[in-house]
């Protein structure tokens, strides 16, 4: 175990706190997954790398996690495509949890050990219905359908412990439904009745099929019925997909469900969410096409897990820039001759690997991580001695074990990089070196302090549409859209 402790943010106590697991060891882990009815937007790839991220440290730190990322395979938007399409729930699911699969696949996400589905839990789910039902704190209410069963929340003393909130300033918040056939407005869906021509299970109240808070509460309990370490997700399932596990799940088994909340921020445009439903969405697939899963993995990991997340063309291709920067230091430190140097090293040089480990111990900062990576590097391109790129040589394995970056072959990996930005762009390899070459000639005249004639290359450039991004770790350029 490290001499370091690990601290990680909880959302239920709102503050950072020192981990240590239930048992030993041991570190129980679930993460809500994905609803399999149509493709990934790559906000919904942020949870399974921060979840991801999260295992690696605990590996790291000398634990041993257990993790669960569930499939809800059946919900009221695989039932619609179903319909649309004349095919079964179950083919749709299918058919995108194996999409889900392969594109996890591309990520490098390390495989969870449990991947439940809704659909292989149902006797759990009866079985909790029943249970709180006995308890008081589940009701049936008739429809034309069948009958639906209800959480009675006003029953649950701690409801909205999680998200801070009270039932009725939910209610005059219009942040529930008002539906006349529950006892109170703020109560919510265990089971529906099945409508005709929908799958269904049969029940001791009927046929009918789970409601998608409840399904979580039971993986959990089939999985790990001792409770969990840790529970994950983005921070828009905290209410009330979140608080409603807590009521379900506390309310029949009086005990804590988890020991830590963690929650990851949101990927935006502007001001917005990404979601299928604002149609403000980019694609998995289309995003490996146009810049590559690590290119993504980058973008995520460079930005604390906690924080919201542009997503910006900008964005993405400055964390390409950045990927495209690494690999250039790994092939160029894989050629020094020495394994470790003999000399007195710059402070950004002086433990490196120990610093990076540091930031991940405290509440998965790989942001800082990367910035003491990358820090390093600028002073081995500075001075361009060997001992300095045989000190940056040593956080290439930790790259790969921690964080899952850097494990091509530099000259493939800058090669994939170079040819998706041609696609993207639709360029000739011609045209990107020469904007390549202008580029370097104007560092090296920033450089020379020659600033009007490196302006001026920036201009030329500027006038044929090549937008020119300048940072701390180099010059990344794109092209205006439409050009």
């Known amino acids: 175990m490290t001499a370091i402790p690990l601290k990680l943010y909880d959302s239920l106590r709102q503050k950072k706190l020192e981990f240590q697991p239930r048992a030993g060891n041991r570190v129980t882990i679930y993460c809500c997954g994905p609803t399999v009815y149509g493709l990934i937007h790559i906000g919904n790839c942020r949870p399974p790398i921060v979840l991801d991220l999260l295992a690696r440290t605990l590996r790291g730190a000398g634990f041993d996690p257990h993790v669960a990322r569930n499939y809800t395979d059946i919900?009221?938007?695989?039932?619609?495509?179903?319909?649309?399409?004349?095919?079964?729930?179950?083919?749709?699911?299918?058919r995108f949890t194996e999409t889900y699969e392969r594109e996890m696949k591309a990520l490098k996400i390390v495989e969870p050990q449990h991947k439940p589905k809704a659909t292989q839990t149902i006797s759990e789910m009866i079985q909790m219905i029943e249970g709180l039902q006995k308890k008081g704190l589940a009701y049936p209410v008739k429809t034309s359908f069948g009958t639906d069963m209800y959480f009675r929340v006003s029953e649950f003393k701690d409801y909205g412990k999680l998200s801070k909130r009270k039932i009725d300033d939910m209610i005059a918040g219009n942040r529930i439904d008002v539906d006349e056939k529950k006892e109170h407005p703020a109560d919510f869906a265990l089971w529906k009745a099945s409508k005709p021509g929908e799958p269904s299970w049969?029940?001791?109240w009927g046929a009918g099929r789970p409601g998608w808070h409840l399904e979580c509460s039971a993986m959990i309990e089939q999985i790990f019925p001792e409770g969990l370490d840790i529970h994950m997700g983005g921070i828009d399932l905290l209410f009330p997909h979140h608080e409603n596990e807590i009521a379900q799940s506390e309310g029949l088994k009086q005990k804590p469900l988890a020991s830590f909340w963690i929650h990851n921020g949101l990927l935006e445009f502007g001001q917005a969410k990404m979601s299928k439903s604002l149609g403000n969405l980019v694609l998995a697939h289309e995003f490996f096409t146009n810049y590559g899963a690590d290119v993504l993995r980058i973008l995520m990991l460079q930005a604390h897990y906690r924080s919201p997340l542009d997503a910006s063309d900008e964005n993405f291709e400055r964390a390409e820039s950045m990927l495209q920067r690494l690999y250039v230091c790994k092939e160029v430190a894989e050629k020094v001759a020495i394994d470790s140097p003999s000399e007195e090293l710059p402070p950004e040089l002086q433990r490196l690997t120990e610093r990076c480990e540091e930031a991940l111990l405290d509440d998965l900062n790989s942001a800082k991580a990367l910035g003491y990576v990358l820090s390093a590097a600028r002073v081995c391109f500075r001075t361009q001695k060997p001992s300095h790129w045989a000190a940056w040589k040593q956080i290439i394995s930790w790259m790969n074990d921690r964080l899952g970056l850097l494990e091509e072959i530099p000259s493939t990996a800058l090669a994939q990089i170079f040819a998706r930005r041609l696609h993207r762009f639709g360029m000739t390899e011609k045209d990107a070196k020469e904007i390549d070459l202008?580029?370097?000639?104007?560092?090296?005249?920033?450089a020379e302090k020659n600033f009007a004639a490196g302006d001026q290359i920036r201009k030329n450039l500027e006038s044929r549409g090549v937008i020119v991004m300048d940072g701390p770790d180099g010059t990344a350029w794109s092209m205006k859209r439409g050009v």
């Open 75 to 94: 919900d009221d938007k695989i039932i619609a495509v179903a319909q649309k399409n004349n095919e079964s729930a179950d083919q749709v699911a299918a």
């Open 438 to 446: 202008q580029l370097k000639e104007r560092e090296r005249l920033r």
């Open 202 to 204: 049969e029940t001791p």
